[in-house]
Every structure is written in structure tokens, then in C-alpha cells.
């Protein structure tokens, strides 16, 4: 598994840190989002959303996966772009069918809400 998609899926706050630039920028099915500190936050809790995350392939820095959100199975691609250093500089997350990722953005939105 990616080791982006391992951090995700665990929640592990540490090696996302030492995964990700300072400045990453985070392209979500909802809007982009920019740094460090945000996207980690976000990611911690989308691994908490998903379910049964199972890498299906890589290509050439993409990520494919395919995960379960509540009762809504799901495909979703991860693709990392990095930068000389080796971190990852910029992310896009895609997600479907569409009543997955409706599932997925009202989940979410949710467990955001409960932490304040």
C-alpha cells in the first residue's frame, strides 16, 4: 500500500507529518485545501470514515483503492505528487459513485462538526 494511503487508513498523525511539504496542497472532491496542519487534519479524519481500505494498483504516483464508507461501498484514487526532497507536495482524492462520495462528504462533515 501506499505509504500515503497506509498513514490515511491508520490515522497516524506522525508519519503523515513526515510525509507531507510544509506547504502541500490537498485537492478533496470538495474544494482544496492548503498546509501541513489542515491537511493532516483531514486526512486523520478521513481514515476514520473509511472502512476496509484495500489498494487495488499503483500507476506512476497514483493510488487506487477501494474502501467502504458506512454501508457504501466505494473506488477512490489517490494520486501524490512530490517534491525534491521526497515529500509529498501535492494530493487529489477522487472517490465514486456518487452516492459513495455524498456518503462520504455527509461523514465527514459530521465527524468535523464533533471536533470542533
Known amino acids: ?42 486526512f486523520v479524519h478521513i481514515g476514520r470514515i473509511l472502512e476496509s481500505v484495500q489498494e487495488t494498483r499503483r500507476v506512476d504516483g497514483v493510488t487506487f483503492f477501494h474502501a467502504q464508507v458506512e454501508e457504501h461501498p466505494l ?20 472517490l465514486r459513485p456518487l452516492a459513495s462520495l455524498q456518503a462520504s462528504v455527509a ?6 462538526a464533533e471536533t470542533g
Not at 510525509?19 to 493532516?40: E, N
Not at 461523514?107 to 468535523?112: I, N, Q, V, Y
Open 1 to 42: 500500500m501506499s505509504r500515503l494511503l497506509a498513514a490515511i487508513a491508520a490515522r497516524d498523525g506522525e508519519a503523515l507529518t513526515g510525509l507531507l511539504a510544509d506547504d502541500v496542497v490537498f485537492h478533496s472532491p470538495v474544494q482544496t485545501y492548503r498546509g501541513r496542519d489542515q491537511v493532516i487534519h483531514l
Open 75 to 94: 473506488d477512490g484514487m489517490l494520486d501524490e505528487q512530490t517534491g525534491a526532497d521526497g515529500r509529498v507536495t501535492e494530493v487529489t482524492l477522487m
Open 107 to 112: 461523514r465527514l462533515t459530521r465527524a468535523l
